[in-house]
């Protein structure tokens, strides 16, 4: 299994540019989070969602717009790049079973605004 | 609404010595704890986790028992080593399961 995949590792957008943060998961999972991580503020959580068709807005979602067309995958998408969305975003999955409810991170995307 | 709280870093410390990183919490019902540690350059993973009241939960040396009467989940480890630089995440996950609430990582700096 290749477990929780994101692309791209880097990424420097200018203000106002629109892009398409993607994640993949490969182990069923119902669950599937986007958070970003600012120095000293820990881990933030932009969207989720519970299933192919469900999402819902975080603690921070302004900017951003998700979707959840399969199970497998959970596009981010920045509408109109600000400075402020300069951060190290994070893709999470995890199962619905309490005994297996950990999350599984994917490696990040680093992302810089202009 | 659910929320974590751990001691703010960074903790530097010498290799064998203890470590206690504190965790405490606020959630509804019976919240699932855990432990996720960050490796530099990297995403989290699990460290460890607890599902109910006074279960323990153990690995790679470290450990936490999940104390509902203090809504607590302190990290231990008896002897850190250098390779236990990292920072770490004390998280739970509550309210029908949905989300999961991290608190702001602690920062260990382990020197030989």
């Known amino acids: 299994n290749a477990g929780v995949t994101q692309t791209p590792k880097f990424q420097v957008l200018k203000t106002g540019q629109s892009m398409t943060l993607q994640c993949a998961q490969d182990m069923n999972h119902e669950y599937m989070s986007w958070y970003r991580q600012d120095p000293g503020m820990g881990l933030r959580l932009i969207h989720y969602?519970?299933?192919?068709?469900?999402?819902d807005q975080g603690e921070v979602p302004n900017g951003y717009n998700v979707s959840r067309s399969t199970t497998e995958d959970f596009p981010l998408r920045l509408l109109s790049a600000a400075p402020s969305q300069t951060s190290v975003y994070f893709c999470?999955?995890?199962?619905?079973?309490?005994?297996?409810?950990?999350?599984?991170f994917g490696p990040g995307t680093r992302l810089t605004v202009l | 609404g659910d929320s974590v709280t751990q001691m703010e870093g960074p903790v530097t410390l010498s290799e064998e010595a203890f470590l206690t990183i504190n965790c405490t919490y606020t959630?509804?019902?019976?919240?699932?704890l855990f432990w996720y540690v960050q490796y530099p350059g990297e995403g989290l993973q699990l460290l460890l986790k607890?599902?109910?009241?006074?279960d323990k939960g153990s690995n790679k040396g470290f450990e936490a028992t999940y104390r509902k009467e203090t809504t607590s989940f302190h990290l231990e480890k008896g002897s850190v080593q250098v390779s236990d630089s990292a920072v770490y995440f004390c998280a739970l996950l509550s309210g029908g399961y949905q989300k999961v609430t991290f608190g702001t990582g602690t920062k260990l700096q382990v020197i030989p």
């Open positions: 999470a999955s995890r199962s619905g079973t309490r005994s297996k409810n950990e999350q599984f």
């Open positions: 959630a509804t019902g019976y919240p699932s």
């Open positions: 607890a599902t109910k009241a006074d």
């Open positions: 969602s519970v299933g192919a068709g469900i999402t």
